[in-house]
């Protein structure tokens, strides 16, 4: 499993020489998604960079659909990523620091919106992230198409932060489809929120 993880870090970064890895605010961070568990019998994710070095991991057991938790490599939760069950016509996730329990009293750092498509119905507009669980003004957007591994986080100016790409080529043998792709972090920018939103979008659109 290492050394497969490995191969395929090794292979996504030979292939995309092409992206940027350094500009005037430093250089991406540029992550592998592999939307499979290391642990057997579980739904889950694994996060390795450009070394092979296992980064994030994620895995879901059945019966808590609702909440996701982020785990380092070495399994500590990062983050924990809630459904807000109040608001049924609206999908909203709330997103907390390390894990949260049932009787937590901790408070969300971030929200996550899915947009409504009644009065817009032809923007590629995602969702949308905010700061807090109340804020009406959002802090990032996010748009293009989860579905196809093609998506961009903007901040206020417009500005990329993170984005999510597909890697398409089939080489050595090993195939990169839809269960492996590429999560491309700016400086400055949190990896571990740019994780999060990857597995918010893929609870809203998968």
């Not at 070394?51 to 996701?68: C, F, H, I, K, Q």
Request: charge should be positive; hydrophobic fraction near 35%; include cysteine.
């Amino acid at each position: 499993m290492t050394r497969c993880l490995k191969y395929i870090s090794r292979k996504v970064h030979e292939n995309h020489q092409q992206e940027p890895d350094s500009e005037a605010d430093g250089p991406w961070t540029k992550l592998t998604v592999w939307r499979k568990s290391l642990v057997f019998s579980c739904n889950g994710f694994t996060v390795i960079d450009s070394t092979g070095s296992l980064v994030y991991r994620v895995d879901n057991y059945a019966g808590r659909p609702e909440e996701v938790t982020l785990m380092d490599g070495s399994g500590w939760p990062v983050l924990t990523m809630r459904h807000r069950k109040k608001l049924r016509l609206v999908d909203n996730w709330l997103v907390y620091e390390g894990e949260v329990g049932d009787n937590s009293s901790k408070k969300p750092i971030n929200r996550v919106r899915k947009r409504m498509n009644i009065l817009q119905p032809y923007s590629n507009v995602l969702a949308r992230v905010y700061c807090g669980p109340s804020d009406k003004k959002s802090a990032y957007t996010i748009e293009g198409s989860y579905v196809h591994r093609s998506c961009r986080v903007l901040d206020e100016s417009k500005q990329v932060v993170a984005e999510i790409k597909r890697k398409e080529t089939t080489d050595g043998g090993v195939s990169f489809g839809l269960e492996v792709f590429l999560l491309i972090v700016r400086p400055g920018f949190s990896p571990s929120l740019s994780m999060a939103i990857v597995l918010i979008l893929d609870r809203m659109f998968v």
